[in-house]
């Protein structure tokens, strides 16, 4: 006999303590996105700047996206750790957010300051 495949459980209903951790988590994650905007268009300036005084811009491009993939991987295995799959995905987002806080604001202060 082939048993019945398992249905996944419910999710759990939606009460004021899951919406709060949801509403820090968008502020959490709110800054580090609006400076990794910001970064993302200075090097597409100075990449047209670049391409402009008759330079390649693909090595400057390529570096770019390199630097974030590897943020992006790294981040992937943080959230896909063992210690933190005890966390709701909403949590592990906070978490995340406050890791990854520090980085970008920091580099862009550093370029603007500069």
């Known amino acids: 006999m082939i048993p019945a495949p398992l249905a996944p459980d419910p999710a ?3 009460g004021p303590a899951r919406t709060r951790l949801v509403v ?4 959490i994650w709110c800054v580090p ?15 047209l700047w670049g391409a402009a005084s008759g330079e390649s811009p693909a ?4 570096g770019s ?11 992937t295995a943080l959230y896909r750790a063992p210690f933190l799959r005890g966390m709701s995905p909403t949590g592990r987002f ?5 890791v ?3 980085f970008p ?8 300051h500069g």
């Open 12 to 14: 759990p209903p939606a």
């Open 24 to 27: 820090l988590t968008a502020l």
């Open 33 to 47: 996105l609006a400076a990794l905007g910001m970064l993302g268009f200075l090097v597409l300036m100075a990449a």
């Open 59 to 62: 090595v400057f491009l390529l």
């Open 65 to 75: 996206a390199g630097v974030v993939a590897a943020g992006v991987a790294v981040l």
């Open 94 to 98: 906070a978490l995340l957010g406050v």
């Open 100 to 102: 990854v806080w520090p």
């Open 105 to 112: 604001v920091v580099v862009l202060a550093g370029v603007l």
